[in-house]
Nanobody, 117 residues
Framework: QVQLVESGGGLVQPGGSLRLSCAGS????????VAWYRQGHGKQREWVAV???????NYADSVKGRFTISRDNAKNTVYLQMNSLKPEDTAVYFC???????????WGQGTQVTVSF
């Protein structure tokens, strides 16, 4: 089962950008579809974006056109480029990886993103 570590969160002003990273270890990362989720304070966790093993992507309507998910299998890393950030994007962001061979699902510990003046 793959282990995941997120990084890249922080404080940014509205309209700014951040790039989150999800680093995988312990398994062949290219065999995993990887998704980003987020959970705001007092809110349910919501799906943000996904990238499949063949590089296909999909996004939640709330982030479409502002966020871009990508992967570098040589570095065992998936990225979430977040542009034009809004205060409502404030949340803890988690990455999740699902194996295309076993169906096993793994989660990272999360990274905080705060969008505020």
């Amino acid at each position: 089962q793959v282990q995941l570590v997120e990084s890249g969160g922080g404080l940014v002003q509205p309209g700014g950008s951040l790039r989150l990273s999800c680093a995988g270890s312990g398994s062949i990362f290219s065999f995993y579809a990887v998704a980003w989720y987020r959970q705001g304070h007092g809110k349910q966790r919501e799906w943000v974006a996904v990238i499949t093993t063949d590089g296909s992507t999909n996004y939640a309507d709330s982030v479409k056109g502002r966020f871009t998910i990508s992967r570098d299998n040589a570095k065992n890393t998936v990225y979430l480029q977040m542009n034009s950030l809004k205060p409502e994007d404030t949340a803890v962001y988690f990455c999740s990886a699902r194996s295309s061979t076993t169906g096993d699902n793994s989660w990272g510990q999360g990274t905080q993103v705060t969008v505020s003046f």
